[in-house]
């Protein structure tokens, strides 16, 4: 604990994939205290023409009340 899941266009590389993936540990270990040993972060490519209907419709949407960061599109 905790689990992070990314979903984002295929564009960005696997560079940046692991830059934010280091990133993100960084930072729930300094926020939260929890060993890196227990954090895991999962990054899906969702293709552009899908992100509506996989993502917006089925993961936001439902669960605006519960977001910490909503979109602004």
Known sequence: MPHVTIKTYPDVTEEQKQALTQAITKEIIS????????????IIDVPEDEWMEKVYNTDITPNLDRLYKKPGY
């Open 31 to 42: 926020i939260t205290g929890k060993p890196e040993m227990v954090i895991s972060v999962d």
